[in-house]
């Protein structure tokens, strides 16, 4: 596959103001094709294996800014934050997690941004936070008792389906969620990052208010391994 062609193909389909974020995920492609896109100029890339983005970090450019946006195990924390150039979590799903990142962070004596990931989607496999638990969070203060993770916003994926219906309600019901804690939040300034959209629906969720796409397929083609 034609990394570079595909990557400007899909950079020309994104507003031109340059307030969308694309994360190039490269989850399950070798470094070398990591090096393709980042020789066209691409900087931001995800992974979903914290082994896979250690190894790969270690090998690559050091101002690639990965982000982690994988389901990611308590016990693989510390690993994962002493990767130098982690610039962003997108999927912390649990309040457990949360605690496990703060004390991790706190003895790193490092700053660690991250998302919350929200569970809107009808499949009960995809993991997050519901909106009212979020919700409920905030106005009892809880991020407050944060200080070495920096909450920059909201992470969510919609239904698996082909229904374009369903999937903008979806993003909608993420969005509404973003606002009322960007309302909520005591930091406001900060909480500006709404990350939704991959391959298959990415330009609906522009629309629906993303300014941050996780794009794999349509850059790197089918997944090596």
Known sequence: MDIPRSLKEILTTLPSDGK??????SKFHPAESV????????????????????AKAAELPDD???????????????????VSNLSLIESVDSFKLLDVLETTAQKL?????????IHVAREETKSGFNTAELISWYKNGGPSN??????????GMATNTDDETEIRKDFQSITTCFNKIKELSSTPEDFDILSM??????????GEGSNMVRIGSSIFGE???
Not at 40 to 47: H, I, K, P, T
């Open 20 to 25: 969308v974020t694309l994360v190039a995920v």
């Open 35 to 54: 090096i393709a896109a980042y020789d066209a100029g691409q900087r931001v890339f995800g992974e979903s294996r914290v082994q896979e983005l250690v």
């Open 64 to 82: 690639i800014q990965w982000h982690y946006i994988g389901h990611l195990q308590t016990n693989k924390v510390s690993q994962l934050l002493k």
């Open 109 to 117: 004596s490092r700053r660690i941004d991250i998302l919350l990931e």
């Open 146 to 155: 944060l200080k070495f993770l920096r909450i920059r916003g909201l992470m």
């Open 197 to 206: 959209g991959m391959s298959g629906d990415y330009q609906i969720a522009i």
């Open 223 to 225: 997944r090596s391994y």
